[in-house]
């Protein structure tokens, strides 16, 4: 990936939500390896948390911190699958404002090389609320690992070419000062 080194690296401020109804913090792995690879690439995990497969408690949480201007971005893993307990997409229509519709569509073709058809079962998903931006991952390690590893190392660095998300920040909010 191209990245640019005269231009500076800007860490970004993200918090991390794992959901789960049978995790604990010595048994999220999934969320351990989001936070080592957040802070091996130079960002900060400002939070960490576990929620359990409930979309009104995910939502508190989310619009918490979509509210604390110390967190630039979310990024959740697990319930994006399409068991009856699997509401992470649902709690996130509910606070999104834009999605992304590349993240999931990415996230799936790159999944897809690894895991064939099985990535169908996918609703991962991408979007930005009140300027932060809000990434649902699948519960799985692996999927944790593709996600940032192929997408969001890069997009989330800002000497990335020939653009980034981080770049686009200042921005977010532009609706909400043009009236």
């Given at each position: 990936?191209?990245?640019?080194?005269?231009?500076?690296?800007?860490?970004?401020?993200?918090?991390?939500?794992?959901?789960?109804?049978?995790?604990?913090?010595?048994?999220?792995?999934?969320?351990?390896?989001?936070?080592?690879?957040?802070?091996?690439?130079?960002h900060?995990?400002?939070?960490?948390?576990?929620?359990?497969?409930e979309?009104?408690?995910?939502?508190v949480?989310?619009?918490?911190?979509?509210?604390?201007?110390?967190?630039?971005?979310?990024?959740?893993?697990?319930?994006?699958?399409?068991?009856?307990?699997?509401?992470?997409?649902?709690?996130?229509?509910?606070v999104?404002?834009?999605?992304?519709?590349?993240?999931?569509?990415?996230?799936?073709?790159l999944?897809?090389q690894?895991?064939?058809?099985?990535?169908?079962?996918?609703?991962?998903?991408?979007g930005?609320?009140?300027?932060?931006?809000?990434?649902?991952?699948?519960?799985?390690?692996?999927?944790?690992?593709?996600?940032?590893?192929?997408?969001?190392?890069?997009?989330?660095?800002?000497?990335?070419?020939?653009?980034?998300?981080?770049?686009?920040?200042?921005?977010?909010?532009?609706?909400?000062?043009?009236?």
């Amino acid at each position: 990936m191209p990245i640019d080194d005269k231009l500076p690296f800007l860490p970004v401020n993200i918090a991390v939500l794992t959901v789960s109804d049978t995790r604990d913090l010595s048994t999220d792995r999934s969320g351990q390896t989001l936070q080592e690879r957040i802070e091996a690439g130079g960002h900060r995990c400002v939070a960490r948390e576990i929620v359990r497969d409930e979309a009104d408690a995910i939502e508190v949480l989310l619009r918490r911190w979509i509210a604390d201007p110390a967190v630039d971005c979310v990024i959740t893993t697990g319930g994006t699958g399409i068991t009856g307990r699997d509401v992470t997409p649902e709690a996130f229509k509910r606070v999104l404002e834009k999605e992304i519709e590349g993240f999931g569509e990415l996230f799936r073709m790159l999944s897809y090389q690894k895991i064939g058809t099985s990535t169908m079962q996918s609703r991962a998903l991408g979007g930005v609320a009140d300027g932060t931006y809000l990434f649902a991952l699948p519960g799985s390690t692996g999927a944790c690992k593709d996600a940032w590893d192929d997408i969001l190392k890069w997009q989330l660095d800002s000497r990335h070419r020939p653009c980034n998300l981080v770049e686009l920040m200042p921005r977010l909010k532009e609706h909400l000062t043009a009236a």
